[in-house]
Structure formats: structure tokens, C-alpha cells
T-cell receptor
Framework: AQKITQTQPGMFVQEKEAVTLDCTYD???????LFWYKQPSSGEMIFLIY??????QNATEGRYSLNFQKARKSANLVISASQLGDSAMYFC?????????????FGTGTRLTIIP | DVKVTQSSRYLVKRTGEKVFLECVQD?????MFWYRQDPGLGLRLIYF???????EKGDIPEGYSVSREKKERFSLILESASTNQTSMYLC?????????????FGQGTRLTVV
């Protein structure tokens, strides 16, 4: 079974500071993908970044980077130079093959609030 | 642009009613998913489908069923709605081999059962 754990229900960060959102995962699969999604107050789910289990380098997408530590089963999201528009819910997710089919599992999320 | 469309943004139903939530995607994705989202609990997987007429139970399938008669459409059915099924429901789709591709989401349906 796969499980995603996000231990920070909420975070407050000063604008322009960097922020790290924690995510740990548990799976026995060798092939899996880790994703981060952003959900603003409007409710849409916005894909931010992806890391494959075989990728040796950490993924980066603009101000977002994923700090992937495979041995520790952690996939933390780092947002550099935070902006007011970064205030949202953030979800970590994992996709792994489940009896031949891909199953996508989410964590409980972290509500990030950027303070001006 | 990938589009995943859910039939209703808001829905109010009475206890005991049969409720259908419809989801359509236009990207020829093999995988489709139904989640419910509740505060503090994140997104919990109800059912998913990897092909037409194929379905797999997720983590919380009790009280729900699904139907996938066409590749582009995945329906979530509440056979007899109850107040504890009041929630936000999100549909998503992805390509097969999708452990390394992102899922695309619909706008969500906020269901209230009274």
C-alpha cells in the first residue's frame, strides 16, 4: 500500500522568504512518481512539479524545486522567493503501479499563507 | 489544452436520493479517478478506472459505485445519498504509464446532502 504524509497542516511565511513544505512517502514499489499540486482558494488543482523514482537529479521548475531524498523517502517542495500569490493549499502525491494499474495517492495537504 | 469537465459545480440533494456525478475528459486518457476532499483529510481516492468498463476500488469506496461505458466519461454514483457524503468531489485523468505523468483535474463538484 502507498501512503503520503504531510505533517504541516499550516504554515505562515514572510513574503520573499524561501519555504519548504515537507512530504514523506511509503511504498514498496520500485517505479513511482512524486508530484506536487497547488490548490488556490478557487479550488482548481494546479500541477507544479514531478520527480521520478529513478531521477538522480532534483527536479526544478522556475521557483519550485523538489528536494528528493530516496533513502529517507522524502520529497519536500521548496519555493524560493515566496510571493503573495503562493498562498494556497499544497498537496504532495504519489503515483505507483498497483496490481498493474497506476494509483494516484495524495497527502492531507499544507495550507501556506504568505504574509506581506 | 487538456480539459476535464465535471457536470456540476454545486449540487444539493436530499438524503436517500440517487446521485450521479459526471466527468468527461478530452485527452484520450486511459486512467480516470474520483476523489473526495474534506478539510484536514486531503484528497481520498474513491474509485479509479484504467480502461473502459474496468474499475478498481480506492481507499474509501463504501457507499459509492462508478461507471465507465466510454473512454472519455467516468461517472460516480451515490446509490442512496447520506449527509456524511457532503463533500467536494474531484475527478482527474491521466495517461496510462501515468506513474510518470501528471494527472489533470476537473473544477470539482461541491455536493451538499440535506
Amino acid at each position: 500500500a502507498q501512503k503520503i504524509t504531510q505533517t504541516q497542516p499550516g504554515m505562515f511565511v514572510q513574503e520573499k522568504e524561501a519555504v519548504t513544505l515537507d512530504c514523506t512517502y511509503d511504498t514498496s514499489d520500485q517505479s513511482y512518481g512524486l508530484f506536487w499540486y497547488k490548490q488556490p482558494s478557487s479550488g482548481e488543482m494546479i500541477f507544479l512539479i514531478y520527480q521520478g523514482s529513478y531521477d538522480e537529479q532534483n527536479a526544478t521548475e522556475g521557483r519550485y524545486s523538489l528536494n528528493f531524498q530516496k533513502a529517507r523517502k522524502s520529497a519536500n517542495l521548496v519555493i524560493s522567493a515566496s510571493q503573495l500569490g503562493d498562498s494556497a493549499m499544497y498537496f504532495c502525491a504519489m503515483s505507483a503501479v498497483n496490481f498493474g494499474n497506476e494509483k494516484l495517492t495524495f497527502g492531507t495537504g499544507t495550507r501556506l499563507t504568505i504574509i506581506p | 489544452d487538456v480539459k476535464v469537465t465535471q457536470s456540476s459545480r454545486y449540487l444539493v440533494k436530499r438524503t436517500g436520493e440517487k446521485v450521479f456525478l459526471e466527468c468527461v475528459q478530452d485527452m484520450d486518457h486511459e486512467n480516470m479517478f474520483w476523489y473526495r476532499q474534506d478539510p484536514g483529510l486531503g484528497l481520498r481516492l474513491i474509485y479509479f478506472s484504467y480502461d473502459v468498463k474496468m474499475k478498481e476500488k480506492g481507499d474509501i469506496p463504501e457507499g459509492y459505485s462508478v461507471s465507465r461505458e466510454k473512454k472519455e466519461r467516468f461517472s460516480l454514483i451515490l446509490e442512496s445519498a447520506s449527509t456524511n457524503q457532503t463533500s467536494m468531489y474531484l475527478c482527474a485523468s491521466s495517461f496510462a504509464g501515468g506513474w510518470n505523468t501528471e494527472a489533470f483535474f476537473g473544477q470539482g463538484t461541491r455536493l451538499t446532502v440535506v
